[in-house]
């Protein structure tokens, strides 16, 4: 089993755009749903975002509006484009498939089958 690899984290100022991607295996990819999820220093684990097979997604309510998950299914590629950024949204974060797809975006708050090394996004006020 290959673990998906994040890339796209940086640090921008608030207001600024970054966008992830995850490329994942073929094994990884075939989840029925993948997301994005992260954790900021002393705080919970998160699910940001989460998109199924059948195209469907989920965002967390801090991020409704500003976030957009989408995937690439030919390169195996999940992507998290992330706009206007606040500072709130500092964390690691990490593409993951959660063990049940049936909560949406607070799944990727369980049970992982598998996740990344993370990337970092550090937003400036």
């Known amino acids: 089993q290959v673990e998906p690899v994040e890339s796209g984290g940086g640090s921008v100022q608030a207001g600024g755009s970054l966008t992830l991607s995850c490329a994942a295996s073929?094994?990884?990819?075939?989840?029925?749903?993948m997301g994005w999820l992260r954790q900021a220093p002393g705080k919970e684990r998160e699910g940001v975002a989460s998109?199924?097979?059948?195209?469907?997604?989920s965002y967390t309510d801090s991020v409704e509006g500003r976030f957009t998950i989408s995937q690439h299914n030919a390169k195996n590629t999940l992507y998290l484009q992330m706009n206007s950024l606040k500072p709130e949204d500092t964390a690691t974060y990490y593409c993951a498939a959660p063990a049940s797809c049936n909560g949406g975006y607070l799944s990727l708050s369980g049970e992982l089958l598998y996740w990344g090394q993370g990337t970092q996004v550090t937003v400036s006020s």
């Open positions: 073929g094994s990884t990819y075939s989840s029925n749903c």
């Open positions: 998109i199924h097979s059948d195209g469907t997604t």
